[in-house]
Structures are given as C-alpha cells and as structure tokens.
C-alpha cells in the first residue's frame, strides 16, 4: 500500500536543530499541484497548521515557528522537508505532512490512493 511516510524526528536539547522529511513509501508520487504542508500535535493540544508550501513555492508559517523554521519541496515536488532550528520545549509534538485539500490534519486517512498519518515524534528537552 502506498503511505506517506514522515521521519527525522528525535529528542534534542533547546537551541538544537531537526530536518524532518516527508515522501511517499513508492518512488514517483509527486504532490503535483496541491499545497502541502507540516501540521504538528501535542498531547492535549489540538492540531496546529505550522507551515505549508504551494506547487509554485509560497510558504506559509504559524506564527510560533517564524524565523525558526524553513520548510522546502525539491524540484520534482516528491520530497517535503522542514528545517527546524532554534527549537523550543514547547515544538514538542508529532509532526505530520500532509496536503490540506486531504482535510487529515494530525489524523491518519487516505485520500488520492494513499495513507496519510503516520508521524514523527519530536521531543525538545530544555
């Protein structure tokens, strides 16, 4: 089955850096023309939006995480990443990709024959 699989998360101290990365579990899927994006969800928080991009590279970010963090597509738009420096105790979360016409957020669905959700967990120790 073909997923959309999240990693490079982990456990670093205050001020560190992350790069999550985000790519279908089959080479080849493009994102083709929708926006994507990093949503992110702490236990007992809601989901948050941090930050999106658009087919033709316009980016967006939560407010909480501007001017720490860098997101990015390659050029063939196959590979999402997230560029988190700086990071705070309180990014600590799971950290999801998905494209928000998919309307999954922080939740696991399937939309365009693929599984979205599953997550990488990022934790920041003060």
């Known amino acids: 089955e073909l997923r959309m699989v999240e990693s490079g998360g982990g456990s670093v101290q205050s001020g560190g850096s992350l790069t999550l990365s985000c790519t279908a579990s089959r080479s080849g899927f493009l994102f083709e023309d929708f926006d994507m994006a990093w949503y992110r969800q702490a236990p007992g928080n809601k989901c948050e939006l941090v930050s999106s991009?658009?087919?033709?590279?316009?980016?967006t970010y939560a407010d909480s995480v501007s001017g720490r963090f860098t997101v990015s597509q390659d050029n063939r738009r196959t590979t999402l990443s997230l560029q988190m420096d700086n990071l705070r105790p309180e990014d600590t979360a799971w950290y999801y990709c998905?494209?928000?016409?998919?309307?999954?957020?922080?939740?696991?669905?399937?939309?365009?024959?693929?599984?979205w959700g599953q997550g990488t967990q990022v934790t920041v120790s003060s």
């Open positions: 991009i658009s087919a033709d590279g316009t980016t």
């Open positions: 998905a494209a928000p016409s998919a309307g999954v957020g922080c939740s696991r669905g399937y939309w365009r024959g693929m599984y």
